[in-house]
């Protein structure tokens, strides 16, 4: 059965065109994908995230339960607020889930997990969980909207309670905090996102999710569907789980090295078989690509390399490049002389580093 977010009346209404999305009617467009990109870059927009599962952990344990679970040190968490990019993996160092946890106090800490994988994510937390008495709580009684762009955070501090704006408006990257917004509803607000652009992420009670959007949408915030999310994440340099990255992966073949930490001492889950990786070399990598030739890039394509092929992850056109991007899985040190066979026709790739695009302009050598 396709699901509901609490804002699908609202997107309806507003004549957005819907498209199952993991199990989920979500809204592709408003109109115009390419001008809902613009905006974000340019301006501000919001999205309905709330098909993003919020998962509450408890327990005097959690600290030691997350050290032994991700990929990334918890241990870099020492403030409440503080947030951590990592990978969730398997004991043959895939990828199940890339999540994002909050530190809120020594035994309460949040998860934000892919809509996609919920059911396999919240088993695997139990599982885990267990041998730790640590309790994980789904938390369906919370919607999410993403605010991202230049102008985000001013038009979202509009909205604060004025006893909290101070404290938001100072919240440094990859911080979240509690907060008042309009009418006193309760606030989770976070300085992360998903496009490459500066803004929020904001968790409310469903019953407030409506009244937040219908406010944002006053202070002249632009909605954005599933599209623009997909071409503005590209842009920026960021995965897709299920696309870029799955069981299958490694962060090594993923281009998340960074989000591993080999500290001394802590043996997590999937550490065995990423130190074995490692050191017998890892066969592929993840690289960005550009198309200078006329043409779209598309998941599957095969792509040509010196050592061998490999395939199109990500791809799609970019709006502020006005040129196809991606990313691709080849043999490691595959560089030059790149090709793309796009309905039999191979075209030369350009690998390049990514991101594509940083505050609104092509980064150098793109």
Known sequence: MTQHTILNATHRAAGAKMVDFGGWDMPLNYGSQIEEHHAVRRDAGMFDVSHMTVVDLRGARCREFLRHLLANDIGKLKKPGKALYSCMLNEHGGVIDDLI?????????????????????????????????????????????????????????????????????????????EARGPGGMPLFIARTGYTGEDGFEIIVPEQHAVALWNALAATGVHAAGLGARDTLRLEAGMNLYGQDMDEDVTPWEAGLAWTVSLDEGRDFIGRAALEKQKAGGVPRELIGVVLDDKGVLRHGQRVITQLGDGEMLSGIFSPTLGKAIGFARVPAGARGGLRVDIRGRQLPLRAVKYPFVRDGKACEGI
Do not use: C, H
């Open 101 to 177: 946890t909050y530190f809120l106090d020594e035994d309460r800490f949040r998860m934000v997990v892919n809509a996609a994988t919920r059911d396999k994510d919240l088993a695997w937390l139990e599982k885990q969980a267990a041998a730790f008495d640590v309790k994980v709580s789904e938390r369906p009684d919370l919607a999410m909207i993403a605010v991202q762009g230049p102008k985000a955070r001013g038009k979202v501090l509009g909205l604060i309670d004025a006893g909290d704006r101070e404290r938001v408006e100072k919240l440094g990257k990859f911080v979240a905090a």
